[in-house]
């Protein structure tokens, strides 16, 4: 079974590529990621999403302790995106659970809505710290 790399989880890793320092991350890690915008939930069960919750909650945490020596401008750098990383896992759980209880295309339809204003918002909360 393939595995993919959700939003979140890649917003996470941009995050810690600046935690090392490297150049070329640092770069990436202030430009949006891709993946973060996409606005369709991954498809799944409320048991899925639940996990989706509590992983999301535990690379939060992980980020942020990498995120402690760093000080400055860096620091702040790598806590706004480990917060943008949280708050898009955070969206694409809660639409996970939501297209889990979704039963016409309408329904689908407006959960989709929900987590790109979700995301989009959350993006913007980072923009402005």
């Known amino acids: 079974m393939k595995k993919t790399i959700s939003a979140g989880t890649a917003a996470l890793v941009l995050a810690l590529f600046a935690v090392a320092g490297s150049a070329v ?4 890690a202030t430009t949006p990621a891709p993946a973060a915008t996409s606005a369709a939930p991954p498809a799944g069960t409320k048991a899925d999403a639940k996990a989706m ?3 999301a909650d535990a690379d939060y945490k992980a980020a942020k302790k990498n995120c402690k020596p760093m000080k400055g401008a860096a620091e702040k750098s ?3 995106d480990a917060k943008l990383a949280y708050e898009t896992a955070k969206a694409d759980a809660k639409g996970t659970h939501e297209m ?5 295309d309408k329904e689908k339809a407006k959960v989709t809505a929900e987590v790109a204003k979700d995301k989009a918002k959350a993006e913007q909360k980072a923009a402005n710290r």
Do not use: G, R
Request: aromatic share 0%; charged share 40%.
């Open 25 to 28: 991350a640092q770069t990436a």
């Open 53 to 55: 919750k509590k992983k």
């Open 78 to 80: 790598c806590m706004k």
């Open 100 to 104: 889990a209880e979704a039963k016409t």
